[in-house]
């Protein structure tokens, strides 16, 4: 449903064109649908672009039903693309890294982080650059902008 310059465009995709049916969750989903006669709230879907460039959103969808046959589908969704992407970059991050990275966005010094977690200096200055490797990164400047845009504090680990 993503990409397309038409709503014409559409006619005749099929639906393993437009949701991913390797993922259980869809298929799930499709089945509260009918099982909730053609209403969820708050489903998380992933869905398939133009370019099959995965898109994740969360989804409230109600069918419309005349004379016993679903013949429309009405929803709303919020994407939440860039959440998912944020939390599976830092999943890839140890808790101590993890703790690494919120030191180093309010500010601490390496020397003030080492003492805090009580880890070498040198481990510190490892983990910073295995932390700017996952999230793909090459500067402290660039880490720090990344993390605030993340939105780490928030972040539950």
Known sequence: MYGYDNPDNLIGVRF???????????????????????????????????????????????????????????????????????????????????????FTIEGKSMKEIAAELGISLKKVELSRNHIKSTIGVKSLAQLIAVAVQFDINNFVY
């Open 16 to 102: 393993s064109q437009l949701f991913d049916t390797s993922k259980n969750s869809n298929l799930d989903n499709l089945r509260t649908l009918l099982i909730n006669n053609y209403f969820i709230q708050n489903i998380e879907t992933i869905e398939i672009g133009k370019n099959c460039v995965p898109k994740y959103f969360l989804n409230d969808v109600f069918g419309i039903v005349e004379q016993g046959h679903l013949i429309r589908v009405w929803g709303s969704q919020i994407d939440i693309t860039d959440d998912k992407l944020r939390e599976s970059i830092l999943k890839k991050l140890s808790p101590e890294q993890f703790k690494i990275l919120k």
